[in-house]
């Protein structure tokens, strides 16, 4: 597609459900990025992914979220059993080769509500 | 460590004013390179700048202009007659060539302008 897409654009779930977020990042990116924003802070990187591999996991909270890739295409971001404290914006992010000078490009993020 | 410090968490200015949001980082690397990303209340976050630690030229783009200086290790951001479309969240970001360079970028608490007409 011509830019990142995430969906749902909004998720509300009840305390204790699993969430499924979804990534589609620009065709022939091989990096990706998760990052979460809550209320009023800046972002937190989650993981990357360089092809359909995850060099870099150390921003996963805890064991409880979970991501994959396939096809060195889509993402999905997986939250098991949710928290109050998940409440937040996860922004989805690609860049052409994930080298540290690229710009990175970003969907408009799925907001997520935990009552 | 690697970190981004935005010190101001708000600002707000009157239409026409200029305003400077200032950025200071710290990492251990020789080569990085920061960024400057702007998020309206859209949320998409929107690419300003990138500066490589090796090129201490001050640029400018029509209103905008960065001044990065690493006597100091700050890349400040100035936006000159303010309009009320410069209203949004700005993010300062480094990238450290030496994270196994993959691009991840470590984000500063962003700074929210608000330009009032």
């Known amino acids: 597609g011509a830019g990142v897409s995430q969906s749902p654009s909004n998720k509300v779930t009840e305390k204790g459900k699993d969430v499924e977020l979804r990534c589609d990042p620009i065709?022939?990116?091989?990096?990706l990025y998760w990052y979460r924003q809550r209320l009023g802070q800046g972002l937190e990187f989650l993981i990357y992914?360089?092809?359909?591999?995850?060099?870099?996991k150390s921003g996963l909270p805890s064991d409880r979220f979970s991501a994959e890739r396939t096809g060195e295409s889509v993402s999905t971001l997986t939250i098991q059993r949710t928290q109050q404290e998940d409440s937040a914006v996860y922004l989805c992010?690609?860049?052409?080769?994930?080298?540290?000078?690229?710009?990175?490009?970003f969907g408009s993020g799925t907001q997520l509500s935990v009552l | 460590a690697q970190k981004v410090t935005q010190a101001q968490t708000e600002i707000s200015v009157v239409e026409k004013e200029d305003v400077t949001l200032d950025c200071v980082y710290e990492?251990?690397?020789?080569?990085?390179?920061l960024f400057w990303y702007k998020q309206p209340p859209s949320g998409e976050l929107v690419f300003l700048i990138r500066r490589n630690s090796f090129d201490e030229q001050n640029e400018i783009s029509g209103r905008y202009s960065w001044n990065f200086q690493k006597s100091t290790s700050s890349f400040n951001f100035t936006i000159t007659a303010s309009q009320v479309v410069d209203s949004a969240v700005y993010f300062c970001a480094l990238s450290p060539h030496g994270s196994g360079n993959t691009g991840k970028l470590i984000f500063g608490q962003g700074t929210t302008l608000q330009v009032k007409p």
């Open positions: 992010a690609s860049s052409p080769d994930g080298r540290a000078n690229e710009k990175l490009f």
């Open positions: 065709s022939g990116h091989t990096a």
């Open positions: 992914f360089q092809g359909n591999s995850a060099p870099d």
């Open positions: 990492t251990r690397d020789t080569t990085y390179y």
